[in-house]
């Protein structure tokens, strides 16, 4: 019989094959129970984080909205601000240059006023008097000098002023560029998606950046970029309207000034014109009185000619008597008669050489008297048209320069021949 062949190694005893099958069936009830609860957990998980993303990826783009919004709206304001402040510079701008225009043209105004008293310092004798012309002038000038310290002082400023508009404009321009940019930054954020092809993972990127500043920080520097802006404007508005003020004033005490200045030449010149018809009169007078005193003192003299040749002849009668003979020689009515005539034409004489005498001296007063009225005259014809001089430059000061044509009255014209024949009077 042939022999059986038995496999070497350990064997196993029916319950101990049992006993593996049942533990085999019981770890494999045990895994599945196990994978079953990590499965469900893991859905849970899944479920649970799917959610928290999308919540949390929900929130951010709503931050991220929001954010934009409020930028934006900062951005709005600074917009507005800025157009406001651009505003603003421009009208100062515009003030300050109406205000150097302003202090420019007082040059015109002080130039005249100097000129004029220039030529009243041409006045001769009696007539360089301080009179009211040229107190008004003076005070003309002082009122010009201080016109043009207190234009030029809003100005300056003006000037000033703008430096600060501009300075908060720049600052308002830099937040302004800042938040257009992280407004752009933001909307790139927000538009990014787990399609978009340039995501990937980032060095650090919970990192707090160099620099960062809090949300209330952020918003407190904007509102003081604001307000201050705000408040330069409005300062920069009261210093326009002072500034239109003190041109409109200035304008006004200037005028006043020149009424003044020119009604106290018209009232000068019309004295002068006066005092100038006057003694145009008197010397006409003088003249007359002279061609009479002159006609008298011929008189005067011729008969003082003829009472000596009267006594010539009274004196060659007594002398001719004395040669009677004898007792004709005596005093009889005719030489009592003779002796009379030449007591009476002596005293004759002499009362006409006195009146003569008299009356040369007179004449001679007179002459000094006409040397004085012709000087005057001149004097004052000088002074008249000095003073037509002084009104016609400030007509400079009422018409523009294209249409101002220095005009000569008619009084100047007459003073002008007057002058010329007094010259040629005195020369002849």
């Known amino acids: 019989m042939a022999a059986l062949s038995v496999k070497p190694g350990q064997r196993f005893t029916v319950p101990e094959w049992h006993t593996d099958v049942q533990l085999t069936s019981a770890d494999a ?8 609860q990590v499965r469900q957990e893991a859905r849970a998980l899944r479920n649970e984080t799917n959610n928290q993303t999308k919540w949390d990826e929900h929130d951010n783009q709503t931050r ?27 009208a100062l701008a515009k003030v300050k240059e109406a205000a150097e225009c302003a202090l420019q043209a007082k040059n015109l105004p002080l130039d005249v006023s100097i000129e004029c008293l220039m030529l009243r310092e041409g006045r001769c004798s ?26 030029q002082q809003r100005v300056n400023e003006a000037f000033e002023q703008l430096c600060l508009l501009q300075e908060a404009r720049q600052q308002l321009s830099c937040d302004h560029r800042c938040k257009t940019e992280a407004l752009e930054v933001d909307r790139v954020c927000l538009s990014l998606n787990v399609n978009s092809p340039n995501i990937s993972f980032k ?27 705000e408040a330069e404007i409005k300062t920069s508005t009261k210093l326009r309207e002072a500034a239109v003020l003190a041109i409109a004033q200035t304008n006004n005490e200037l005028e006043a000034q020149r009424v003044a200045t020119e009604f106290a030449l018209r009232k000068r010149i019309r004295d002068l014109e006066r005092a100038y018809d006057e003694l145009k009169w008197q010397e006409q007078n003088t003249l007359e009185e002279i061609a009479e005193m002159e006609e008298d003192i011929r008189c005067l003299d011729e008969d003082l000619r003829r009472k000596i040749q009267d006594l010539k002849v009274a004196h060659t009668r007594l002398e001719t008597r004395t040669y009677r003979p004898n007792m004709e020689l005596c005093r009889d009515q005719v030489q009592h008669g003779l002796t009379d005539e030449v007591h009476q034409l002596e005293g004759t004489i002499r009362a006409l050489k006195r009146k003569l005498a008299e009356s040369q001296d007179a004449l ?56 010329s024949s007094l010259k040629s009077g005195q020369l002849a």
């Not at 934009?68 to 406001?84: F, G, H, M, P, Q």
Request: hydrophobic residues 35%.
């Open 29 to 36: 009830e045990r895994q599945r129970s196990a994978s079953h």
């Open 64 to 90: 991220l909205a929001e954010r934009i919004s409020s930028v934006n709206r900062w951005k709005e304001t600074l917009d507005k601000c800025l157009a406001d402040i651009d505003a603003e510079i421009d």
């Open 126 to 151: 009696i007539d360089v008097v301080r009179d009211p012309v040229e107190e008004e002038l003076h005070k003309e000038v002082k009122v010009i000098d201080k016109v043009k310290r207190e234009l």
């Open 203 to 229: 060095v650090n990127p919970t990192r707090v950046p160099d620099g960062s500043t809090a949300l209330a920080e952020w918003e407190q520097k904007s509102r003081c970029n604001k307000e201050h802006a």
């Open 364 to 419: 001679d007063t007179l002459y000094r008297q006409l040397h004085r009225i012709r000087a005057s005259v001149d004097c004052k014809a000088s002074s008249l048209v000095l003073d037509n001089k002084c009104l016609d430059s400030r007509r400079k000061l009422v018409l523009p320069d294209e249409k101002f044509v220095p005009e000569l009255d008619t009084f100047h014209r007459s003073t002008s021949r007057a002058l």
